[in-house]
């Protein structure tokens, strides 16, 4: 499966984004998706997972309550909505698919190519 990420940009502090990643195979409802974050100088960090059918999700305590990750199978695309955005999660975000559903991205088989999310003070 291939991933495409899109909808980052730069964005005050206390706003809101949503980014979107579109899956091109046929295959998109039998994968975990995952959402990573990369800030620079920094480790490929964890943001939130979204099982098969939609129903389990988990996220990363730095997230928690201003995140919310969801998919649509018919659609192909999974969607990340960031809301009272932190100059802290400034970023390039991931999102990935992967048969297990985890938060380590050795978990996930297939990457997108990231978006930069940039937040100000």
């Known amino acids: 499966v291939q991933l495409q990420a899109s909808g980052g940009g730069l964005v005050q502090a206390g706003g809101s984004l949503r980014l979107s990643c579109a899956a091109f195979?046929?295959?998109?409802?039998?994968?975990?998706m995952g959402w990573f974050r990369q800030a620079p100088g920094k480790g490929r960090e964890f943001v939130a997972v979204?099982?098969?059918?939609?129903?389990?999700?988990s996220y990363a305590d730095s997230v928690k309550g201003r995140f919310t990750v969801s998919r649509d199978n018919a659609e192909n695309t999974v969607y990340l909505q960031m809301n009272s955005l932190k100059p802290e999660d400034t970023a390039v975000y991931y999102c990935?698919?992967?048969?297990?559903?985890?938060?380590?991205?050795?978990?996930?088989?297939?990457w997108g190519q990231g978006t930069l999310v940039t937040v100000s003070s």
């Open positions: 990935a698919a992967g048969e297990r559903y985890g938060s380590r991205p050795h978990s996930y088989d297939y």
């Open positions: 195979g046929r295959t998109f409802r039998s994968y975990t």
């Open positions: 979204v099982g098969r059918s939609g129903a389990s999700t």
